[in-house]
């Protein structure tokens, strides 16, 4: 069956436009081009991989409900989706918190964090390898009897809900913030501030972050305005880099390490622990948040311009992908998979102005054929519609390419 989530980002983009002209006629510009790109690029990466990972949380969640199932909770009762629903947003709140005070599970979620805006593109911004460790947190549901389709629809609520609450431009709620997720307390969680540091992981529920002496409330702007991003600035555009940089730290750290109590001990620690024998060979500077200054590489209006008709391009291409990938053989969805994530990479490398990023970009407009051959061989659209379609968009793409390239900016150090 088609992917569900393709039908829910049309409604995350009206609140994107929404917030964007908002921005504009308050004359409050919470966006950055680069950065909102970058973003959403991300989060396309990781439903394209969740093709191939989904089977493994919800098959993880299935076996358990089959063969440890303590009771058998009937969908037809109301009070049965209201345990779902609190029960998801209780181990949600685990999940979050453990995604911030766990070496492993810290190195899939940074990816949410590592914007440096704070908008709702970023609440796009998600990480490719949370399969990694999600379905340790939610198995309990099933313990209990929580039906699938109780489930998943809850997981859909608690995580469709915390779209809204990634904006600046929704200020104090009064009582609501002290019983709810807002925007808010979702501001200081998405600091890296010493007050906002590991704070205010509630889903919808603030009642968790109460109980367990996580929350924090925030501050004036006035008298400390809250930082975005995280310790150790990402500074790159590549969604390869971004999805992986951690684990790559994490690996190197196990290497230099010199004893296996150590080793074990790096995944499970805090984020910033590391072992002595690595901090002694390749110590690491420690975080000055005074001397923090937003990644945002230069690039010409016509750069800007083409990455945005790019992203126009392959975000429909991709969606539809996504959507319809259940009918594509295994071999097609592994090519498809791999040419919107290899445009993605392209797309990150023109923001930053990388060295050598017109002949990718060229290459690029070549692999339109992919998506052309997708459409027609495996879909059936006309051959006359799909070449008019793609060749129309390539000499659109390519004339802006070559305007860019023309205006490009020095690349800086």
Same mark, same amino acid.
């Given at each position: 069956?088609?992917?569900?989530?393709?039908?829910?980002?049309?409604?995350?983009?009206?609140?994107?436009?929404?917030?964007?002209?908002?921005?504009?006629?308050?004359?409050?510009?919470?966006?950055?081009?680069?950065?909102?790109?970058?973003?959403?690029?991300?989060?396309?990466?990781?439903?394209?991989?969740?093709?191939?990972?989904?089977?493994?949380?919800?098959?993880?969640?299935?076996?358990?409900?089959?063969?440890?199932?303590?009771?058998?909770?009937?969908?037809?009762?109301?009070?049965?989706?209201?345990?779902?629903?609190?029960?998801?947003?209780?181990?949600?709140?685990?999940?979050?918190?453990?995604?911030?005070?766990?070496?492993?599970?810290?190195?899939?979620?940074?990816?949410?964090?590592?914007?440096?805006?704070?908008?709702?593109?970023?609440?796009?911004?998600?990480?490719?390898?949370?399969?990694?460790?999600?379905?340790?947190?939610?198995?309990?549901?099933?313990?209990?009897?929580?039906?699938?389709?109780?489930?998943?629809?809850?997981?859909?609520?608690?995580?469709?809900?915390?779209?809204?609450?990634?904006?600046?431009?929704?200020?104090?709620?009064?009582?609501?913030?002290?019983?709810?997720?807002?925007?808010?307390?979702?501001?200081?969680?998405?600091?890296?501030?010493?007050?906002?540091?590991?704070?205010?992981?509630?889903?919808?529920?603030?009642?968790?972050?109460?109980?367990?002496?996580?929350?924090?409330?925030?501050?004036?702007?006035?008298?400390?305005?809250?930082?975005?991003?995280?310790?150790?600035?990402?500074?790159?555009?590549?969604?390869?880099?971004?999805?992986?940089?951690?684990? %790559?730290? &994490?690996?190197?750290?196990?290497? $230099? *390490?010199?004893? /296996?109590?150590?080793?074990?001990? #790096?995944?499970? =620690? +805090?984020?910033?622990?590391?072992?002595?024998?690595?901090?002694?060979?390749?110590?690491?500077?420690?975080?000055?948040?005074?001397?923090?200054?937003?990644?945002?590489?230069?690039?010409?209006?016509?750069?800007?311009?083409?990455?945005?008709?790019?992203?126009?391009?392959?975000?429909?291409?991709?969606?539809?992908?996504?959507?319809?990938?259940?009918?594509?053989?295994?071999?097609? %969805?592994? &090519?498809?998979?791999?040419?919107? $994530? *290899?445009?993605? /990479?392209?797309?990150?490398?023109? #923001?930053?102005? =990388? +060295?050598?990023?017109?002949?990718?970009?060229?290459?690029?407009?070549?692999?339109?054929?992919?998506?052309?051959?997708?459409?027609?061989?495996?879909?059936?659209?006309?051959?006359?519609?799909?070449?008019?379609?793609?060749?129309?968009?390539?000499?659109?793409?390519?004339?802006?390419?070559?305007?860019?390239?023309?205006?490009?900016?020095?690349?800086?150090?």
């Amino acid at each position: 069956m088609p992917n569900a989530i393709v039908y829910a980002i049309p409604a995350f983009f009206v609140l994107l436009l929404l917030e964007l002209f908002w921005s504009f006629w308050r004359r409050r510009q919470t966006f950055a081009l680069s950065d909102s790109l970058s973003s959403i690029s991300l989060g396309l990466g990781g439903q394209v991989l969740n093709i191939f990972a989904k089977g493994l949380n919800v098959g993880i969640y299935l076996l358990a409900y089959k063969y440890l199932a303590v009771f058998e909770l009937s969908p037809s009762h109301w009070w049965v989706w209201a345990i779902g629903l609190i029960g998801y947003d209780f181990c949600y709140y685990w999940h979050h918190r453990m995604g911030h005070e766990t070496n492993l599970v810290w190195a899939s979620h940074v990816v949410h964090h590592s914007s440096e805006e704070f908008n709702y593109s970023t609440a796009m911004r998600q990480t490719s390898t949370g399969f990694f460790t999600n379905w340790f947190f939610y198995w309990p549901l099933a313990v209990i009897g929580l039906p699938p389709s109780v489930f998943i629809v809850s997981g859909a609520v608690v995580l469709g809900y915390q779209f809204w609450i990634h904006t600046r431009h929704i200020g104090s709620l009064g009582w609501f913030d002290y019983c709810f997720a807002s925007p808010s307390n979702h501001r200081v969680h998405h600091g890296q501030n010493e007050y906002c540091v590991d704070r205010n992981y509630g889903g919808v529920l603030m009642l968790w972050d109460h109980l367990f002496g996580s929350f924090a409330k925030e501050r004036p702007a006035h008298q400390e305005p809250i930082i975005y991003g995280i310790h150790g600035q990402l500074k790159t555009f590549d969604p390869i880099k971004a999805n992986l940089h951690k684990y %790559q730290g &994490l690996l190197e750290d196990f290497r $230099l *390490a010199d004893n /296996w109590s150590d080793r074990l001990k #790096l995944w499970f =620690a +805090p984020p910033g622990w590391r072992p002595a024998a690595a901090h002694r060979v390749k110590p690491h500077p420690p975080h000055d948040i005074s001397a923090f200054r937003i990644y945002r590489p230069r690039i010409s209006s016509a750069t800007a311009l083409y990455c945005v008709l790019q992203m126009a391009l392959v975000m429909p291409l991709g969606l539809g992908f996504i959507a319809f990938a259940f009918q594509l053989d295994l071999s097609w %969805q592994v &090519l498809g998979a791999v040419w919107v $994530l *290899a445009s993605l /990479w392209v797309l990150g490398r023109t #923001l930053e102005n =990388a +060295p050598g990023n017109g002949r990718w970009q060229v290459l690029w407009l070549c692999s339109l054929a992919v998506p052309a051959a997708i459409a027609h061989l495996q879909w059936g659209l006309p051959i006359a519609w799909v070449s008019a379609l793609f060749c129309g968009a390539s000499l659109v793409l390519l004339g802006t390419l070559v305007r860019s390239l023309r205006q490009s900016l020095p690349v800086e150090a």
